[in-house]
């Protein structure tokens, strides 16, 4: 129904021209104040329905009617009122982002002129830009409890990663990784029974939360195999694994490359199976030997399918010799020129002397150093095991 | 990374070229470009990595669920002709061992 001010009222009756004109008068005044009311009007609400209305209410003072409501997806904002397609003036809006709405104006008594009708299309820009603010603080409020979930979820993984290390009198272990995001697929597990230390060393393919909630499946499946199949050694260890995370990591197309074996100290031995992991090198003094891969990655086919006559790798270890088991984001980091870093710089920094400790904290440091304001491109982890070289290993 | 799909001879056979970079962030495509060659009835994949420059693991871990969805379906992916670098990944994973590469 269409609005009339009270002021215009008053002189409504009179037939003369000078009646109508002041009338006229009165109503444009009134439109100018209702005007100016929307235009100073800052609304203080984040929820598009009461933004809106509050927008609404005061345009309809502008063009005198009560018939006025702008339409998002269908459907009125603050209303129950589905749009019909057919009614009123209509006014499509749209921005950059890809919001769009729709304000519809109907007044039966006399249609909107020309410049109602811009009013009209700026008010209707003014509806979406209060749908556009209420909707840009939804979607940031959610995006920022995802992004606290995400997190909370990263420090969990991180924690799944052991933060003992062996003690063995004699046996030196260096353990560490650095993610490349909040936490990665990178991992390392260890065993001690009594004078063996068992390990798994690996990486799950991919970055970021996804790859790290498989790691802790796979700390988990290791550790257990450590406790049920840690005196069968290194392939029984790489099996009972196998078989745990398998069917998960072939649901979500992933794979692990995986170091699984074990140092007998008594003995002097390292034994390993490798399931297409790299680099693992054994280093003696300056001699580096590159440890190949017996087996593709866990994941890509049960190990029980092609490990059929598999043979452990075994290490005679002697004073001051040690395995090196690192991820490829050592390797594969560029510096700002785009030159990569690696495997003889990686060798060349596993030879260098120095206590285990001493070598693996060097590395992160030359790897920081080298990479620069490069981004770090990968998880990067590292594990040294060795006979001290003052003590314990073959003589 | 530039991914282009075309038919081979044996209609149950899509020929794959892929150009440059095979990364993470490429992964998406080249999944996409898969699941369309299966749904639209392909067994077999060819997919040409001669001019492929680098390959992470996400790739590579790619490759595998196209290769295990082709072998469910009877067909198989080959890999042809790839480049040294990776050949080389390949090798020091073993995937050598996994895939039919010519």
Known sequence: MERRTASSSAVADRDDPVGLVTEALIDANDQLLAMYDLAAMTSQSLDESVAVSEIIERAKRVVMTDELFFVVDGWAVGSDESYAADDGATFDVSNAAGRSGILVARRPSRPFGTPERKLLRAIANLCLGAVHAARLHAEGVSDAVMQRDHDTASAIAVMSLPQWRPAIDGVSCFARSEPARSAGGDLFAFGVRDQVVSFVVGDVAGKGLPAAMMMTTVISAATAAFQLHGSAGPAAVLESIDEWVYDRLSDASLFVTLVAGDYDVEQGRIRLVNAGHSPVLFVRGDEVTQVDADLPPIGVFPVSDVAIGLEVQAFDVHPGDRLVVASDGFTEQCNPAGVPFGDPALERAMTTSGSIDEIGEGLFHTIDAFAGRAEQSDDRTLFILGADPSHGGLS | ?102
């Open chain 2, 1 to 102: 990374m530039d991914i282009s799909t075309r038919q081979s001879d044996d209609p149950s056979v899509r020929q794959i070229a892929l150009v440059g970079r095979f990364d993470a962030h490429e992964a998406p495509a080249f999944r996409e470009h898969i699941d369309a060659a299966i749904a639209d009835g392909a067994t077999g994949l060819r997919v040409g990595l001669a001019d492929v420059e680098f390959v992470d693991s996400t790739a590579l871990a790619e490759l595998i669920r196209a290769m295990k969805h082709c072998r469910e379906r009877g067909g198989d992916v080959v890999l042809l002709t790839p480049s040294d670098p990776v050949r080389v990944i390949l090798e020091l994973t073993k995937l050598d061992a996994a895939f039919t590469i010519t």
